[in-house]
């Protein structure tokens, strides 16, 4: 097989309610993200049709989305679009991976973390990509899971420039 440099194909499992909203235009409105996210405050994606999928049928489930049906919505980026964010990357969910589990433990404990404590112009990552956390106590990540999260008006810009639509 050739290497083409093809688009990446993102994921988002949500409820049908909210696809419209997400087709027009993703917003980065803190107070409605969910808190205790693996990566913080931001929208998130996975490479995983399948992954995103359940994440819809767990949505659906409660009870602020009674009524809703399960949604997945996809995004196609230019590789080359998103090599431009600034990113911060873990590949594996390893228990002796300190930088991993710090990070999301920053962000899922009480009190929470309010940024990525970088230095300089910008305290937050674009994005940031690895695997998910099933219990950040015990350093558990869910096998053969990634997420794909973005936390800055310029990379959700990116996503609200990406081809995009709903999954039948």
Not at 107 to 123: A, E, I, K, L
């Amino acid at each position: 097989m050739t290497w083409t440099d093809s688009d990446l194909r993102l994921y988002h499992g949500t409820v049908d309610t909210h696809v419209p909203s997400v087709l027009a235009g993703i917003v980065l409105n803190l107070p409605i993200i969910r808190l205790g996210s693996d990566f913080g405050p931001g929208f998130y994606t996975t490479t995983s049709e399948h992954q995103a999928r359940k994440w819809g049928v767990t949505l659906s489930l409660q009870n602020r989305y009674r009524g809703s049906s399960p949604a997945v919505v996809f995004f196609e980026i230019l590789r080359d679009a998103i090599s431009r964010l600034e990113t911060l990357w873990f590949v594996r969910g390893d228990p002796s991976d300190d930088a991993y589990w710090s990070l999301v433990q920053h962000f899922r404990s009480v009190p929470r973390g309010n940024d990525h404590c970088r230095t300089g112009s910008s305290r937050w990552y674009d994005a940031v990509v690895g695997p998910v956390a099933q219990s950040w106590k015990t350093r558990q990540a869910i096998r053969d899971s990634d997420q794909v999260s973005f936390h800055t008006v310029r990379a959700v810009s990116l996503l609200n420039s990406a081809t995009k639509g709903r999954l039948p």
